[in-house]
């Protein structure tokens, strides 16, 4: 009697992890956390940026269009062998999956510093993940926070506020918004799903005093819209 080969074995016994434990959970949320020293009154945040320019931010709105988690990287053979299977790689007609949390939030200082909100939960495969990727994108009319934040339809970042610029002069005020796109990966810190060990949570902190460093506010156009929204991207941390 014949003996299945080593690649069939190991074929089928990807294939049986399409049924994998539904008990499987990460709950994912999202803070605002500065980095430094902020006065707050009400939603509005008073700081200095990196240039020394104190920062009065009345509003801030953002949107995060979507999360997915990914695994750590693993041997060529067994990457080889998950092109093979078609579990996994059939694209959902939804934005979601057992990775990915595809719902967009729009959302802003009007949480208090620390308060998280509750971005959903994810269902992936027992395994390790190492990073999370994120995309800010503008925001749809089915995005999650719209209906208080009308206005945000279309964009993905807005902020407003005054500034005093650190050479000094009087106040000036300012209003920035953009429908670009900005994608963000962070790094997860020992993240294991196992029988064992099925359920976990980790929160995105955004430090939004970061947001306007290196700005000259005085200035206009897209560069300055661009490298703002690469601030928020560089901003986020993934943590327990």
């Not at 993905?156 to 990966?185: K, M, Q, S, V, Y």
Request: charged fraction near 25%.
């Amino acid at each position: 009697m014949k003996t299945a080969s080593p690649l069939l074995l190991a074929l089928l016994a990807l294939c049986a992890c399409g049924s994998r434990d539904e008990g499987t959970q990460l709950h994912l949320g999202l803070d605002f956390r500065p980095d430094g020293n902020v006065r707050t009154e009400g939603t509005t945040r008073e700081f200095l940026n990196d240039r020394g320019d104190r920062i009065t931010l009345r509003r801030a709105q953002l949107t995060l269009s979507s999360v997915e988690l990914l695994a750590c990287q693993t041997s060529s053979a067994w990457k080889w062998l998950r092109a093979l299977s078609p579990i996994g790689t059939a694209e959902a007609h939804s934005k979601s999956s057992p990775q990915k949390l595809g719902t967009p939030y729009v959302t802003g200082l009007g949480l208090a510093d620390g308060e998280g909100l509750t971005l959903g939960t994810l269902r992936p495969p027992p395994g390790s993940y190492c990073r999370a990727h994120l995309v800010f994108a503008p925001a749809d009319a089915d995005a999650e926070g719209l209906d208080s934040r009308p206005d945000m339809e279309g964009k993905t970042l807005l902020l407003e506020g005054e500034w005093l610029p650190a050479e000094g002069g009087p106040a000036r005020a300012f209003h920035l918004e953009t429908d670009g796109l900005i994608n963000a990966e962070v790094m997860l810190e020992g993240l294991t799903l196992t029988p064992d060990a099925l359920e976990a949570s980790r929160t995105l902190h955004l430090a939004y005093d970061r947001w306007l460093d290196g700005m000259d506010l005085g200035a206009s156009g897209d560069r300055v819209t661009d490298e703002v929204l690469r601030n928020v991207a560089r901003s986020v941390t993934l943590q327990p």
